[in-house]
């Protein structure tokens, strides 16, 4: 087994601090990110998140053909000329 020598041996432990601050700045956006999630939208969790997004984009969906039926029916009734 090869022995590490000590400037091997401060690369590592140079990397594992690196790669225990970069773990700390990610839980502490993911800890802001549920944050807004919670404060913003009322979920808790992603999985709730993502059955709201489903649900607000059939909103919008159901929206989009509401004013696009009536634009029709009003250039319709007004015989309007769309260019």
Do not use: F, P
């Not at 590592?12 to 993911?30: C, D, F, N, P």
């Not at 250039?75 to 309007?80: C, D, M, Q, T, V």
């Amino acid at each position: 087994m090869n022995k590490l020598d000590e400037q091997q041996l401060l690369d590592l432990k140079r990397q594992i601090e690196q790669a225990k601050t970069q773990v700390a700045e990610l839980q502490g956006s993911r800890k802001h990110l549920m944050k807004e999630l919670k404060d913003d939208w009322g979920c808790t969790t992603v999985e709730e998140a993502e059955k709201k997004l489903k649900k607000l984009q059939k909103e919008l969906e159901q929206l989009q053909n509401k004013i696009k039926e009536q634009t029709e029916e009003l250039i319709e009734k007004y015989n309007l000329e769309v260019g």
